[in-house]
């Protein structure tokens, strides 16, 4: 499944929940059926800045392609978190870098996403597209 | 007694619907809700007044001036300043303790020393922090104990005949800690000879504050926690002391004369007031100040201090719920909480779903935070267009957002 592919299936399915209190309790249990992110790795080194939460990304490049895993230590932003890592995990840099949809946009996910709010899932979105950027 | 409905009429805001909610606005701990009158007078001066203040010879800047320099005497007023050239424009609180450090820290001696609490805004820490760094100063912090409150028994030990500034918070942005602030500066002065600061950006809002009877030397005041707009803010000091201090900025409008190789000061307040300053919104906290004085600093503080009993028991009573607010008797109407277990940035997420602004993280006081071992917390502050109703929301979907996270 390509980066768009994924970014318009999980549209789908955050469209399915009219309301944010419902999106919201999508991604409480997206975080909460996560895979287990290593205690260790809450480290500064993999640490992305974010206001209000914290948010870890740990990129890894395997047989020219990147995966990432990511923690947060709010549920919510965990959440979504989770899901922008399976979106940019298992692709090319080049194919990270060239994805020019605007997740921002697609997901509707109001302040969220918004930058105004400096969260962590908005800065790690930027780390991946940097990271990604910087292998080409 | 304040009526509430009555005054959130003057609150276009309050139109708003929020996820399909009515608006519950319990964040003016971070900023105020703005009045229809301070928003029409700021585009009423646009549209008939505009033009640069001191300069012009023409009606427009005539006008402008007029009212510009009219709020110094309705800030006079507001806070019972000795004189109108006390009041300094600046672009609010933070730059207010940004010039007080500047400039008072540089005639002070190497270890020298300067007093903060534990629980002050970064505002009053950082400026400090700077000038103790550039001169050499130490600075040492007053304990906050168990109940929020501040340990005047350590302030006691600290004072010395070194301590040259004390600068404290008149009301806590974390606990709603009121501290006795002219029993303090009695205290202070009596063991020393420090000039004596007052963080105002939440208490000004909140209470009548009279310059005089606490015997401060200074007090910075932020205009947009009080109804006014964003970008102005005043810093009263005594007469004799701004007279011996140097400006911090230099430019247009603070000075008397200029020469290539130096220059000589305007007197206050210009000689702090370098450039075009912000006028229309000086223009606009003076209507915003007029506003607090017609409903009565006495009728605001009461409805603060009924408004915040109710809270407290409304909020102590919620499981789960840590409540970080002064046991005082007297507090601010502003609470610090955090739920075991769930984030805090989680909370307030999920009250923005009911309508619900609140503010989460550390608020700008990270040290204390970080002595309560707590990552971030969510506040709540009420405020004169705020009721019991607002609360009995708050309260409720905070249980709901526990029930969600857990």
Known sequence: MSIEEKISKYKKTLDLFPNPQEKYQYLIEQAKKSEEFPVELRVDEFKVNGCQSQVWLVPEEKDDKLFFKSDSDALIAKGLVTLITSIYSNETAKDITNSKIDLMDEFELGVLLSPARRNGAFSMLKTIKEFASKLI | MIKVDDIKKDFPIFERKINGNKLTYLDSGATSQKPNQVIDVMSDVYKNNNANVHRGTYVLSSETTSKYEEVRVKFKKFINAYNSDEIIFTKGCTEGFNLLANSLCKNLNKDDEIILSEIEHHANIIPWQMAAKKYGLNIKYIKIDDSYNLDLDHLNS??????????????????????NIKEIVSNVKSKSDAIFILDGAQLVPHRFVDVQDLGIDFLCVSGHKMLGPTGIGVVWGRKELWDSMDPVYGGGDMIEEVYYDKATWAPVPHKFEAGTPPFVEAI???????????????????????????????LENIDGLNVVHSNSKNAGCTFAMSVEGAHAADISLMLDTYGVAVRAGHHCVQPFHRKLKLDATFRATGYIYNNEEDFDTLAYAIENSIKMLK
């Open chain 2, 284 to 314: 606009g906290l003076g209507v915003a100040a007029e506003y607090l004085m017609n409903i009565t600093m006495s009728e605001v503080q009461q409805h603060s201090d009924s408004l915040r009993e109710y809270a407290k028991s409304k």
């Open chain 2, 158 to 179: 600290l004072l010395t005949s070194k301590t040259k500034i004390v600068s404290i918070v008149g009301e806590s942005n974390m606990s709603g800690m009121l501290p």
